[in-house]
């Protein structure tokens, strides 16, 4: 259980010091004690009791010791979908006044992923098996029924709009910023009304954790665990999946990490597929920084109230987007220049479909599958292909279409491929550009595969790049590199203004 400051607002109900003195084998002294808004923690070596408070506020209701009691029954109930180790049951914390507490396991506070990002530990390699935990979660949890008014449009928007009536009560002096902020949000939610209905029939509304910033993941043993899910309200966790995402995201930007930002939206895609709630993640990004800035201004702390309306400022004017494809041989490095690109964009809008996770998934496979695909049969067969980078484009122009750059991490070794995205970014008046990826840094050598004496060591690399993969999507043998040589169009002339350096 996660240990903030240890501080007091008020004096101890005198049922919970008895608790406290309890646990401390007749010494409270020996059990730290956190008081929030909401609860109060327990704490002693090896455990955490959370006790909710006898309080009723808009959002949340621990009135009565029934609701309390039942709350608690939630907090373990749901949390336990993705933390079972922590949470372990309720104790009664006092029999006379019918308060219970919930039990967890104590973890090393420095493991928190807020802590570890502030030390500049967290890694591309740890979010990305985050991106997997919160996609299998989803999976996982329950999915919103029709008649439940979880992820109407009206039940999406209303929050929104109260968040706008307060701030501009708390902030009056950020008045212009305000409205220039809510005028978006009206408009953006109008622009999508019709998806946000559509996600709830397609079963995209779940229950989720609700609450999904860095300080409530953390590394135990390695792995990353969910904690602290929202149980006193269930409009605030029965959401959009992308509406969680977009939480973290958020998050990461606030703490100063667009790289990581970026990198952690790609890999969720990468894994859930879920392409289509792509333009709605600026909307529910924008509500999750000005929620932030009303709790500052709440706390009087108007800079870093501003700070999160310039975080939504930014949110809400995106640099103008590109379509970047990649082109080179299976191993020449596509992979790697086009996760490179994703780390640099301090914007974090930039969105990579890889044609080996997209080609599976079209055909009802997973990455790691195998297609058990002979050479040009299978999934793998001239029509296939066709329907593979149809694919792509149409993903490709939804995304262009809502303001993100894309890059098309695919072989593209032929000159009709290349035209269909060349088309595309002319359609969408934005940049195109080619990363012509060789075996070797730094290119772009847009001599690489010419055949030659020069050519021969590049062959070996790519052989070798191919037979030492593990664990990847591409089912690239040498036999497809082999015939990849023989089938290749080089760039033309007028295709090499497009080419930018990996």
């Known amino acids: ?181 809510q005028d978006w949000s009206r408009n953006e939610f109008m622009r999508h009304r019709e998806r946000i209905a559509t996600r ?83 909307f529910y990004a924008v509500y999750r920084a000005l929620v932030r800035a009303k709790v500052a201004a709440i706390r009087n702390a108007a800079a870093q109230a501003s700070e999160y309306l310039t975080m939504a400022e930014k949110l809400i004017s995106p640099s103008e987007p590109s379509l970047t494809i990649t082109f080179g041989l299976s191993g020449s490095g596509k992979t790697t220049v086009s996760t490179a690109m994703i780390l640099a964009d301090t914007s974090a809008t930039t969105l990579r479909l890889r044609s080996d996770i997209e080609r599976k998934r079209l055909f009802g496979l997973t990455a790691d599958a195998t297609s058990h695909s002979d050479l040009g049969c299978g999934i793998y067969t001239a029509e296939s292909n066709a329907q593979t980078y149809a694919h792509l484009a149409k993903i490709s122009a939804e995304l262009l279409m809502n303001g993100w750059s894309v890059i098309i991490d695919a072989a593209f070794l032929k000159r009709q491929q290349r035209d269909i995205f060349r088309a595309l970014a002319d359609d969408f008046g934005v940049p195109f550009k080619i990363s012509a990826c060789s075996a070797f840094p730094p290119g772009p050598a847009l001599d690489f595969m010419v055949p030659g004496q020069a050519f021969d060591p590049i062959v070996a690399a790519l052989q070798q790049r191919i037979t030492q993969r593990c664990g990847d999507a591409s089912e690239a043998t040498l036999a497809v590199l082999e015939q990849q040589l023989t089938q290749i169009e080089l760039l033309d002339n007028d295709e090499i203004q497009f080419v930018i350096s990996p």
């Not at 923690?41 to 909710?52: S, T």
């Open 1 to 181: 259980m996660k240990n903030s400051a240890n501080h007091q607002f008020s004096p101890l109900p005198t049922w919970l010091a008895n608790f406290r003195k309890q646990l401390g084998g007749g010494n409270a002294s020996q059990i730290e004690i956190v008081e929030t808004h909401i609860s109060w923690l327990l704490l002693d070596k090896h455990f955490a009791y959370k006790i909710k408070k006898p309080i009723k506020l808009p959002f949340l209701d621990y009135s009565t010791p029934a609701r309390r009691h039942f709350c608690c029954e939630e907090e373990l109930r749901l949390n336990r979908r993705f933390a079972p180790e922590l949470y372990i049951d309720l104790v009664p914390a006092s029999t006379k006044y019918d308060e219970w507490a919930v039990r967890m396991h104590r973890f090393a506070e420095a493991g928190r992923l807020d802590h570890v990002c502030a030390r500049g530990e967290l890694t591309p390699t740890q979010l990305s098996e985050l991106a997997q935990v919160i996609v299998t979660f989803h999976n996982q949890a329950a999915i919103a029924m029709p008649d439940t008014a979880f992820g109407q449009p009206d039940q999406v928007l209303a929050p929104t709009e109260e968040n706008f009536v307060e701030l501009l009560q708390l902030l009056p002096e950020e008045q212009t910023r305000l409205e220039k902020l």
């Open 200 to 282: 709830k029939n397609r079963g995209r509304i779940r229950e989720c954790h609700g609450d999904l910033h860095l300080g409530n993941l953390v590394l135990i043993d390695g792995k990353i665990t969910p904690f602290d899910c929202i149980e006193f309200n269930e409009n605030l966790r029965w959401i959009d999946v992308i509406s969680e995402i977009a939480f973290t995201y958020s998050d990461l930007l606030d703490h100063q990490r667009p790289d990581l930002a970026g990198w952690l939206l790609n890999e969720w895609l990468a894994c859930s597929g879920d392409f289509e709630g792509v333009p709605l993640l600026r």
